[in-house]
């Protein structure tokens, strides 16, 4: 089936729903890629961090689809960023992924203690997509503050901002600051950050009761659940599995809607307390690492 798509405020489409590939380890990635595109997915997520972006490359280019019909998206990591190193980091993404342009090439994170480097980086990607090098322009685990300095020393306003978001948090500022600038959000752990909140006092969203008995209502899982929940409110999803079965599970979410107190009810579970790395906090000379020449 084909997917439904979401327009960018530059007017690109992107798919509601696609297939991320972080900490999947390179020798996995090449027939995990290929499972989702045969299952139906048309846009992949990568990162220069992730350290799979050759795997991608190699998975749709043996995928025999034309290289228009596969949205492709990665992001430049926090040791590549300044004006002339992001130029470079297109150059090593592009080369390992076997492509000339890339749909969509984002920030992964914000540096709030160097923001000029931030600043710089982002100028880079407005360079490439005024050369035609990428279709769209976009940024990661950009909080209110970091999109509103952002938007004051740039002028191209990002298309996508990817965020942790998931029914135990949903982080609504960052949602609503995305929103007011016609911001697509993205969500990575969608389905719940399942790893941050295993040894937590909170349950895996997937064993959560509440969303078990919406889910028995539809005679759907606990994952497809989360995952129409996240479309029916606007935002596009990027799942991550390496298993067969559960790739096309996470794929089969548009035979059903969830009804509006279905949907509050689910909003109704964000603790506020986030999984993934406190975005203040992100420095090179913690998270810094060298990304390898293409």
Known sequence: MSVPHFTLNNGVTIPVLGYGVFQTPPDETVTAVETALKVGYRH??????????????????????????????TKVWISDFGYDETLHAF?????????????LLILHQA???????????????EKLYADGRVRAIGVSNFMRKHLDQLLAETEIVPVVNQIE??????????????????????????????????EGRHTSTLENPVIGEIAAAHDKTPAQVMLRWHIQQGRQVIPKSVTPSRIAENFDVFDFALTPEQLAVIDGLD???RGGPEPEDVTREKFGRDIPEA
């Open 91 to 103: 150059d090593k993404s592009a080369g390992k992924l076997g492509v000339e342009q890339l749909d």
């Open 165 to 198: 978001v998931h029914p135990y948090f949903k982080q609504p500022d960052v949602l609503a600051a995305d929103a007011e600038h016609g911001i697509l959000s993205q969500a990575w752990a969608p389905i719940g950050g399942i790893t941050f909140y295993r």
């Open 111 to 125: 540096l709030p203690g160097e923001f000029d480097l931030t600043v710089g980086a982002y100028r880079a990607l």
């Open 44 to 73: 992949i997520d990568t990162a220069a961090a992730y350290g799979n972006e050759r795997e991608v490359g190699r998975a749709i280019d043996q995928s025999g689809l034309a290289r228009d019909d596969v949205f492709i998206e």
């Open 271 to 273: 603790t506020g307390i």
